[in-house]
């Protein structure tokens, strides 16, 4: 297994750090003992089969679930807070499914976003214009031409990009996404990825996928779980290389494949001979 021991110069200021972190569900332990440092600037994917524990990780960092361990984020523990004290610490997350208000306008979707960093009295004052960090949203997510359409119409990718900006509102400097691309077509996902590698310079991504093109496309950094642990971590390419990955995927290693690969050649050129 690849570790990584990161410089302090490395870490940059919004790093997340995640030490022994367990979730126990009744004897079950859908999380074992995980330990990972995410890193400010890079785009990490996390990845595994079904059942790997990726989203449950999440859901234990954002306080959906209870967790034992550490999830460091500055000088915060974010195991020991609610979920909205995590969302105001700079943690932001997206679901499988886009969790955007469809009957208001894209501008309207932004602006309540936005709210999470306001007071009580400002939220009840009338607006004047639109603050200066909505308009750099829609910028950013490519959707100021359907500023004022209703978020219900807008396409399955676009609603995506819709709730990344939503955390780009909030001024999330940690942002988790679950399986952003999901669904989406080819030119979806190649914007998708682009978009991730525009906000990731200054913050912390970490994206748990299935699509693995989309992986080797887009990742920085790759960490692969498996039954609740991290399996291994790496470049894409390391991560491809590895027997252990290949294992888990295919359900058998590299040699046996290689092997079986072998014999197949062998039964078809015997096959052949005796035809001859």
């Known amino acids: 297994m690849r570790l990584d021991h990161p410089s302090p110069d490395d870490l940059g200021q919004d790093y997340l750090e995640i030490r022994d972190l367990t979730v126990d569900f009744d004897g079950f332990k859908a999380v074992s003992g995980v330990d990972l440092t995410l890193l400010q600037g890079r785009v990490h ?3 595994g089969p079904n059942g790997a524990g990726k989203t449950t990780l999440i859901d ?4 959906l679930v209870p967790a034992t361990g550490v999830a460091r984020y500055r000088n915060h523990n974010l195991l020991a807070l609610k979920s909205h004290r995590i969302v105001r610490a700079g943690i932001g997350r997206t679901f499988q499914t886009a969790t955007v208000f469809e009957e208001l306008s894209v501008l309207q979707n932004l602006d309540i976003a936005g709210g999470v960093h306001r007071s009580p009295f400002a ?3 009338a607006r004047r214009g639109t603050p200066d960090y909505v308009e750099a949203a829609l910028g950013t997510i490519g959707l100021g031409d359907l500023r004022d359409r209703p978020a219900g119409v807008l396409a399955h990718g676009q609603k995506q990009w819709l709730e990344i900006g939503m955390l780009l509102v909030q001024d999330a400097k940690v942002m988790l996404l679950d399986e952003p691309v999901a669904g989406m077509s ?3 996902r190649e914007e998708t990825g682009a978009l991730l590698q525009r906000i990731g310079t200054e913050r912390t991504i970490v994206v748990v996928e299935h699509d693995m093109d989309f992986v080797r496309s887009f990742a920085d950094l790759v960490t692969v779980m ?3 642990k991290v399996l291994t971590e790496g470049t894409v390419t390391e991560i491809q290389a590895n027997a252990r ?3 888990v995927y ?3 290693t590299a040699d046996a494949a290689e092997a079986a690969e072998a014999a197949e050649a062998d039964a078809v050129t015997h096959e052949g001979a005796g035809r001859d």
């Open 45 to 47: 994917f996390l990845i």
């Open 60 to 63: 234990a960092i954002t306080g």
């Open 123 to 125: 939220l009840l004052r």
């Open 186 to 188: 080819a030119e979806e």
């Open 226 to 228: 498996h039954a609740g």
């Open 245 to 247: 990955v290949q294992e």
């Open 250 to 252: 295919l359900g058998r």
